[in-house]
């Protein structure tokens, strides 16, 4: 493989990384006690889908819901394996002198993005729950767009960094 002759350091956690898993799983576990705590009351149909709008323009099984947040909770287990492994993932600069800052700055920049998607998922599961209840009318014009540039912010922020960091 092309990272084999990495360094392959041992980074022990950083407290911002700590303390943005443990935001992140609290928000979860409020996704899903709500979730929880609102099944009785919410329709047998909810919205599965939205157009660029925001606007739901497909309905399924209220079910769904939890695959949401399942699979937002799957993706954040697989990324936060994948935090362990800074020296597979792709840099700019690698030397042995900068290994360590570069793979903190690879870790932490996965750390937010994984943190980021955990957050969308919740949120999908909240306003479908909100719009089946009749509460909402969907996302709204702005969701994906917000996402998409919180996303991108991040990503670009992490490769500035790195590049500062070479």
């Not at 479908?128 to 991040?154: E, H, M, N, R, Y």
């Amino acid at each position: 493989m092309f990272y084999e002759n990495r360094p392959k350091l041992k980074i022990p956690r950083t407290f911002l990384e700590n303390i943005l898993d443990i935001s992140a799983i609290i928000l979860f576990i409020a996704g899903a006690t709500n979730l929880i705590i609102q099944w009785s009351t919410i329709p047998g149909t909810v919205p599965i889908h939205f157009n660029g709008a925001g606007e739901p323009d497909g309905w399924g099984s209220k079910n769904n819901l939890w695959i949401l947040l399942v699979i937002g909770f799957l993706m954040w287990v697989l990324l936060t394996v994948l935090e362990k492994y800074p020296h597979v993932y792709n840099y700019l600069f690698l030397t042995d002198e900068n290994a360590e800052r570069q793979y903190k700055n690879g870790r932490l920049m996965l750390n937010v993005i994984k943190n980021e998607i955990l957050l969308f998922f919740v949120y999908m599961s909240w306003v479908s729950t909100g719009v089946a209840k009749g509460q909402s009318d969907g996302l709204g014009l702005w969701i994906l767009p917000i996402f998409i540039i919180a996303i991108t912010a991040s990503i670009a922020f992490f490769i500035v960094r790195s590049i500062k960091l070479k």
